[in-house]
C-alpha cells in the first residue's frame, strides 16, 4: 500500500470520526467520507491498545493493507477502519473474507473489479 493512499494526520482521524456515521460488522467500524475534493483514496486503521500489544496490533494493520492493496478502489474517498475485540480470534484468511465482503457493501471497487 503507497504512503499516500494512508491516512496519517491526527486532524483527518478526528473530522471523520466525529462527522461521518460508521457502518457496523462485528469485526470492524468502517467510516466512509465521500468527497469530491479529494483526488485519491485513502485508508485509516485504528486499533485500540487495550485489545493487544504493539506487536499483534501492527501485525493486523500489516494484513489489513496486504488485503486492501490486493484490489482497485475507485477515487474521492477517506476510508478508517476500526478493529474490534473479535477480529483476534480469526485467521487470516477469514479477516480477508470479511473486509472484502464489507468493501463490497460500501461500493468503493472500480466497476470492472469482480469479487
Given at each position: 500500500m503507497k504512503?499516500?493512499?494512508?491516512?496519517k494526520s491526527n486532524e483527518d482521524y478526528n473530522r471523520i470520526i466525529k462527522n461521518i456515521k460508521p457502518y457496523k460488522y462485528k469485526e470492524y467500524l468502517i467510516f466512509l467520507e465521500r468527497?469530491?475534493?479529494?483526488?485519491?483514496?485513502?485508508f485509516g486503521f485504528s486499533i485500540s491498545k487495550k485489545l493487544c500489544n504493539?506487536?499483534?496490533r501492527?501485525?493486523?494493520?500489516?494484513?489489513?493493507?496486504?488485503i486492501i492493496d490486493k484490489k482497485d478502489y475507485?477515487?474521492?474517498?477517506?476510508?478508517?477502519i476500526m478493529i474490534r475485540k473479535s477480529i483476534l480470534e480469526k485467521s487470516y484468511q477469514e479477516r480477508e473474507k470479511v473486509l472484502i465482503e464489507?468493501?463490497?457493501?460500501?461500493?468503493?471497487y472500480k466497476k470492472g473489479e469482480n469479487s
Open positions: 504512503k499516500i493512499n494512508i491516512i468527497n469530491k475534493d479529494i483526488k485519491n483514496y485513502a504493539a506487536v499483534t501492527n501485525k493486523i494493520k500489516r494484513q489489513l493493507k496486504s475507485q477515487k474521492n474517498f477517506n476510508c478508517i464489507a468493501l463490497q457493501n460500501l461500493n468503493i
